[in-house]
Nanobody, 115 residues
Framework: QVQLMESGGGLVQAGGSLRLSCEASGSSFSANDMGWYRQAPGKQRELVAQIRRFGSTTYADSVKGRFTISRDNAKNRVYLQMNSLKPEDTAVYYC?????????WGQGTQVTVSS
């Protein structure tokens, strides 16, 4: 079982940047695919970005060119660098780690972008 803890959320003005971090405890972090999801009020949770265990990445169209996902297997961490933030990026951001037989989520961190 992998425990996930997000940090780095907060309030930022439109056009600003934030870096989210997700720390994993437990074993076999490097064997997990990792992802960032978000859920805005009244909306369904959606994929923002994912990074496979071998490093390939996928992004939602709405964040391409603005957000970058990365991972540091030595530190058991996955990051989401968010630049050029927009008010529509406001949401709770969740970290997810999965591999066959397991699927783990963090508690979420709030990101609020003011106009």
């Amino acid at each position: 079982q992998v425990q996930l803890m997000e940090s780095g959320g907060g309030l930022v003005q439109a056009g600003g940047s934030l870096r989210l971090s997700c720390e994993a405890s437990g074993s076999s972090f490097s064997a997990n695919d990792m992802g960032w999801y978000r859920q805005a009020p009244g909306k369904q949770r959606e994929l923002v970005a994912q990074i496979r265990r071998f490093g390939s990445t996928t992004y939602a169209d709405s964040v391409k060119g603005r957000f970058t996902i990365s991972r540091d297997n030595a530190k058991n961490r996955v990051y989401l660098q968010m630049n050029s933030l927009k008010p529509e990026d406001t949401a709770v951001y969740y970290c997810r780690g999965w591999r066959p037989g397991t699927d783990n989520w963090g508690q979420g961190t709030q990101v609020t972008v003011s106009s």
